[in-house]
């Protein structure tokens, strides 16, 4: 009979442990590694992403606003980007309306001054976008049929919005019982769903007055289910929002409507 004492030398490790003991701590050990470097890695990565985004994306053209933690709005002015929240860039762009047409309006005393100056007076150089928004189109909506004015109840409430801010308007681009020619194939127009302000005629005060309502509209466009805005050779999209304003390509470069230099394009979602 052999006791435990009678075991090989064979059954017991140089330094007296358990046989087997060594081999599970080195296993666990190499676990515990690569449990650790598995985190390291994809934390370094998206560190670098992220910090390779917020360096590049100024020289992209792309406001904050790009970036999923950035702010919702923002104003670009020479300093650099100016960021807003959704609410502020509603109240900024509404007070600087109301002020062109000298009448009184929100409290702005928590925006900063240099976004509500360049929302006001524009880039000094040429008249263009300086605002921009992130948004979330609203899912579900369900789709409209014209009111008596030719318009869809969603349209014909940013009727209403524009006109208890900027007054009296030029508009166009719908009619009672609806259009159906003088637009592109398939426009928004053909089913109520667009409104055309217009400047005219072309120059730098008609454009940069038509910027003040453009600049609106992206600001009001969760709110107010906006889709698109087109002016002055720039389009902003809901859905693509986070890059904000982008070249419009016109059918016809020579063509001031087409390129919409003359009026603001707005139309709001579809739904359905």
Known sequence: ?????EE?????????????????????????????????????????VTGGLVVFAPRLGLDETAL??????????ADGSIGLTAEQARTATTAVALQARGEEGPD???????ALERLAEGPPDDA????????????????????????????QRVLDE????????????YEPGGVDAGHGADSAHYDGRAIDVFYRPVGEENRREGWLLAHWLVAHAEELDVANVIFDDKIWNARGSARGWWDYIAPDPGNEILRHLDHVHVDVQRGG
């Open 108 to 114: 702005t005393s928590g925006i900063d001054p240099a």
């Open 162 to 173: 524009m006109g208890g801010v900027f007054g009296e308007q030029s508009l166009g681009g």
């Open 1 to 5: 009979m052999t006791t435990r004492e």
């Open 128 to 155: 263009g976008p300086s605002l921009t928004c992130r948004v979330s189109p609203a899912s579900g909506l369900e789709r409209e049929e014209l009111t008596e004015t030719g318009l869809t109840p969603r349209a």
């Open 68 to 77: 999923p933690w950035g702010p919702e709005c923002s104003v670009r002015t």
């Open 8 to 48: 090989g030398p064979q059954d017991r490790r140089p330094d007296g442990g358990e046989p087997g003991r060594g081999r599970r701590a080195g296993r666990r050990r190499r676990r515990g590694g690569c449990l650790t470097g598995c985190l390291l890695v994809p934390l370094a990565l998206i560190v670098l």
